[in-house]
DNA sequence: TTAATATGACACCAAATGGTATTATAAAGG
DNA sequence: CCTTTATAATACCATTTGGTGTCATATTAA
């Protein structure tokens, strides 16, 4: 009975970091530019700690990169292993008769509507952090 | 500082839902043919109650549906929320300057080199659940 | 009717998760 | 040198998570 060892692939730890919301935040956020622990901390109502907590996990699944300067720790986004969970609905759908495919919905609300936990609040009068 | 109720929106649903390698199965599964509980549970090395549990979050997140029949409850895959899911990577990328289409790689890996956690088990002699 | 089967509903548990606060260290700037 | 700033590291905490086992209930089959 093929168990193997728990959570520790790489599509895993993709998956992983993309199920939280505020991570996903931080990852629209990063992609506006690259940012220090503090600058995305100064974006999320929680504490630096805890966004170092996520920043660590997305770093773990490869969906961010770190490059130390200084004193400052330069989050840069990881556009490959992003690509590579992508890739799992390409795979899945691909088996399944395009189904999904036909589906795929015009993009009409993004990542806020989802209205979950953190969101970034410095960004001038945005509700709607894209 | 916008807060909002926490991850209760759709979008969140189903990552979620996607973040645990054991649902990702169920649904690599699911797409073959609808099952009941029994069947599912069958083919993973936990118990009936653990997959149960499973199988609720997944229908929380919309990402399957339930459909009694007499004494039995039939699982079906729902491609729309996982197709929703799906266009966040688009919705990313697409204000991204395409770096991520361009990385794009070619599926050559299925969910299975993910090897996490529980993997179905009776599929005849197949390691390679897709 | 009686036995088997499929599920639902709990209670319980250990570990992971998402937070916090505190303390220490390293790099810049005056 | 001294102070500020950016980060690291740790301990702690409540809740969630992914499991288990047990028991009750509703169908189905004999």
Redesign the pocket.
């Known amino acids: 009975m093929i168990v193997a060892e728990p959570?520790t692939g790489r599509l895993q730890g993709a998956f992983?970091a993309l199920?939280?919301p505020?991570r996903r935040s931080i990852l629209l956020l990063l992609r506006d530019r690259d940012m220090?622990?503090?600058?995305v901390s100064d974006r999320f109502?929680?504490?630096?700690?805890?966004i170092?907590?996520?920043l660590d996990?997305l770093e773990t699944g490869k969906l961010i990169s770190?490059h130390?300067?200084?004193?400052?720790?330069?989050n840069r986004l990881e556009p490959a292993a992003l690509a590579q969970a992508n890739d799992w609905f390409d795979h899945f759908s691909r088996f399944w008769d395009g189904r999904l495919q036909a589906l795929k919905t015009r993009v009409e609300q993004d990542e806020t509507e989802d209205g979950t936990?953190?969101e970034p609040a410095k960004p001038e009068g945005n509700t709607s952090n894209d």
Do not use: L, W
Not at 45 to 50: E, F, K, Q, S, W
Not at 68 to 74: L, M, Y
């Open positions: 959570g992983r199920g939280d505020t220090t622990i503090q600058e109502p929680i504490t630096r700690a805890a170092k907590k996520h996990i770190v130390p300067s200084g004193r400052e720790r330069v936990s953190a």
